[in-house]
């Protein structure tokens, strides 16, 4: 159910970021920075599920609603933000506070879904390491040698991290095509292996985000040095 939520939330995003007369207060970025502190909490949700249970003060169940919920809540707003960064952007408007929005606009895009894609990574590498041995069997079943869990798990955690030092190392756009990478391996494996679609909804929602993060990191290398300015510091 809530992958359908998230599936329906981006193409509404996608949808009413075609609407005129909402672009312009996209623009001054007053949505970009309640986005960038709800990619927060549902990532701290998230990681604070993995130790939760029915005994502990927030249980698992509420944080898992509160992730799923803020997910499907976050997908729509960055696919409506990553819609009028590319419209702002293709408009070749020259104005330098209007080109100054544009670019806090991109950073604090970005970093939201950056945020919102490598925690999952995070998390699903700590429930690898958990369960090494039934992970294991599953590579094994799916005819990949056992250490290929820990490859994956590397590949995840090395390129995530290549994905937060972006604005230090430029390495954004490289780790989201890998990654697109391991994830389409991902919905291959599970096709091959007959396993029921829903195995797959994790690896198809990550791959969407990807996609959106593929898109903003290609507006940024592409206007950086012409319509935008440098990305501001502030968050």
């Known amino acids: 159910?809530?992958?359908?939520?998230?599936?329906i939330g981006a193409l509404i995003g996608f949808t009413i970021a075609w609407v005129p007369r909402i672009e312009p207060l996209i623009l001054k970025y007053k949505i970009a920075k309640p986005?960038?502190?709800?990619s927060l909490l549902v990532a701290i949700c998230r990681f604070l599920a993995l130790w939760a249970?029915?005994?502990t003060v927030i249980s698992k169940a509420?944080?898992?609603?509160?992730?799923?919920?803020?997910?499907a809540a976050l997908f729509l707003l960055v696919a409506f933000q990553t819609v009028a960064l590319i419209r702002a952007v293709k408009g070749n408007i020259r104005a330098g506070a209007f080109n100054l929005a544009i670019g806090r606009l991109l950073r604090l895009t970005v970093w939201a879904a950056v945020i919102t894609c490598t925690s999952f990574f995070f998390v699903v590498s700590i429930g690898k390491m958990r369960n090494a041995a039934e992970m294991e069997q599953f590579f094994i079943q799916s005819g990949y040698p056992a250490s290929f869990n820990y490859v994956i798990i590397g590949v995840e955690c090395v390129f995530s991290l290549a994905m937060i030092w972006h604005y230090k190392l430029r390495t954004g756009l490289v780790s989201a095509i890998v990654l697109m990478g391991v994830m389409l391996g991902a919905i291959i494996t599970h096709a091959k292996n007959g396993d029921p679609l829903e195995?797959?909804?994790?690896?198809f929602a990550q791959l969407l985000i990807l996609c959106?993060?593929?898109?903003?990191?290609?507006?940024?290398?592409?206007?950086?040095?012409?319509?935008?300015?440098?990305?501001?510091?502030?968050?």
């Not at 986005?35 to 709800?38: A, D, F, Q």
């Not at 959106?212 to 968050?235: C, D, H, M, Q, S």
Request: no cysteine; aromatic share 16%; proline share 6%.
């Open 62 to 71: 509420h944080l898992m609603n509160v992730f799923n919920w803020g997910k």
């Open 1 to 7: 159910m809530y992958f359908t939520i998230t599936l």
């Open 35 to 38: 986005v960038l502190w709800l």
């Open 199 to 203: 195995a797959s909804y994790d690896a």
């Open 53 to 55: 249970d029915a005994k």
């Open 212 to 235: 959106l993060l593929t898109a903003l990191f290609i507006v940024e290398k592409r206007y950086a040095g012409r319509n935008l300015p440098k990305p501001v510091t502030e968050p």
